[in-house]
């Protein structure tokens, strides 16, 4: 019984909080902003990812709205981004179990200071992308990173490598910690955000807290009539 109680607070949590999102979202238009960036060679099997010799920007962007900031990853590499776009809508996202470890594992590192930790917010934008859009290896498939400019950005490579471990090895438990919101574009890439579901526990308090409140009011109110 507990269990499945806990589960249905979790799912509560859950759809209360994208319901949250959707509803900031329609009221304001969300604006973009750069979160921090850092410097990486990219190239792609096609041609079409970056190219073999420039450096390409991988920057963590921030997603305003309502006044609430939430700090979003690409998950459309193919498209450029647009701060200018005001076209966004907020969605749901289904994440694997694969990029539901690699937040669980890394997000909280860096989340508080993405410009003072460049390197490992790369090195995440990087795992995400793979996970999300390419093969799962930085080395092969249309996001491939050119295995001889690996020694220019070494930090965020290696950042990326062990993420991707984490988050493909199946022993690594998932918790459901985080809902998924996707901020969908016309003009512009889209981008993942995502906030913290409550625990069951404090679910629960909150309900125990509201009730009492509510029983200790209605005393009042039969003592006065």
Known sequence: MKTTFNTVLRAA?????????????????????????STLILTAAGGNFGNASPALTVPAWTVSFNSNTFLAFCIEPSQAMSVASTDYSAGSFNASNSVKRLYEGYYTQFAANPGQNKALVAGFQLALWEL???????????????????????AVFSNAQSMLSYA???????????????FS??????VLTVSAVPEADTWAMMAAGLGMLAFVQRRKARKAA
Do not use: E, M
Not at 13 to 37: D, E, F, T, W
Not at 185 to 190: F, G, P, T, Y
């Open 13 to 37: 949590a859950v759809a209360a909080a994208s319901l949250i999102l959707a509803g900031a979202a329609q009221a304001a238009a969300p604006v973009l902003g750069n979160a921090g960036a």
């Open 132 to 154: 999300n859009n390419d093969d799962s290896n930085l080395l092969s498939g249309a996001l491939a990173l050119k295995s001889s400019y690996t020694g220019n950005s070494a």
């Open 168 to 182: 493909l090895d199946t022993n690594n438990a998932i918790a459901n910690t985080y809902s998924y919101t996707r």
């Open 185 to 190: 574009s016309a003009s512009s890439q889209d």
